[in-house]
């Protein structure tokens, strides 16, 4: 069950630098992901996207693509900077080979190679990545209905400082890594050296890691990730040195939040998926909605 949820929102495409800036004439386009005001189409060894509307893709976007190019073999990004076409941000880069979901999955392999970018020294221009905002977005997009009631009494129990709402509560001050920002499974593509790497660069930039081990805690936390699978992952970060989790005896000291948090947010957006789909939960999504009233039974989180 949890193999198709921990891609929720990939775009599935790779790139590195290694000259190549036309796609080649011959080839046919194929539109890889076309979701939540993305469109991702591949032409050859090229991929073309065009990003979200609406979100910020000036400077901090910039330093973010001058970021990933100076760790190649960690991150793929962009080619070069976006360009605007229609009025919509477009980014040009070479294709990856995703993860494969009727393989086995990358487990290890992420927990490295998360590891390995939040053990990275933070290059100077890397933009802050602020605060986790989706959560709280998802949340007011929700209707009316029992299961969307019980994901707005979960989060009722996040901190403020998640929520929206300073309410003179402080953020808790953690030690600033570089992290990828929205991290799941298909932000993993294969390159061309047969290694893997993080793509989608939108979120890369200075926070608290934490974040990255987010999804995959919250999905383990409601039942949709295999025990044996998060182990796989939680235990080759933490051999590869990441400082997500300080204290391996008990990682939900700082994991704990965080996983919350996605657990409500995914939960969120499998109901408005849905809902606009006029279909009931499955039986992953009814999982995650249930672990939000775990979630809020278990009380204020903060």
Same mark, same amino acid.
């Given at each position: 069950?949890?193999?198709?949820? @921990?891609r929720t929102g990939s775009s599935r495409t790779g790139s590195s630098r290694t000259g190549a800036d036309a796609p080649d004439a011959s080839a046919e386009p194929e539109t890889l992901y076309d979701r939540h005001g993305v469109l991702v189409v591949r032409v050859g060894d090229l991929v073309v996207k065009a990003h979200q509307p609406g979100r910020e893709y000036g400077d901090p976007f910039l330093a973010r693509i001058k970021v990933a190019a100076s760790l190649p073999d960690l991150l793929l990004g962009p080619l070069g900077?976006?360009?605007?076409?229609?009025?919509?941000t477009v980014t040009l880069s070479l294709y990856g080979e995703p993860v494969d979901p009727q393989k086995e999955l990358p487990w290890e392999e992420a927990g490295r190679l998360l590891a390995g970018v939040h053990a990275t020294p933070i290059p100077a221009?890397?933009? @802050?990545w602020g605060r986790p905002t989706r959560v709280a977005t998802q949340v007011a997009r929700l209707g009316d209905g029992t299961a969307e009631d019980e994901i707005r009494r979960a989060f009722a129990t996040l901190p403020a400082w998640i929520r929206g709402e300073d309410a003179g509560m402080a953020r808790p001050e953690r030690p600033e890594h570089l992290i990828h920002g929205d991290w799941h499974l298909g932000q993993m593509v294969r390159a061309r050296d047969g290694h893997w790497r993080l793509i989608d660069i939108e979120d890369l930039g200075r926070g608290d890691p934490a974040w990255d081990l987010a999804r995959p805690a919250a999905l383990y936390l409601s039942g949709v990730l295999h025990p044996d699978e998060w182990t796989l992952f939680l235990d080759a970060y933490?051999?590869?040195g990441g400082p997500a989790v300080p204290d391996a005896a008990d990682p939900w000291t700082t994991l704990d939040i965080p996983a919350r948090s996605l657990a409500i947010q995914i939960a969120a957006t499998c109901v408005i998926s849905a809902r606009g789909d006029e279909r009931a939960l499955d039986g992953p999504e009814q999982a995650m909605v249930d672990a939000c009233g775990r979630i809020s039974a278990a009380g204020d989180a903060a």
């Open positions: 069950m949890g193999r198709d949820s @921990s900077p976006p360009s605007t076409v229609d009025g919509r221009e890397a933009p @802050s933490a051999a590869a």
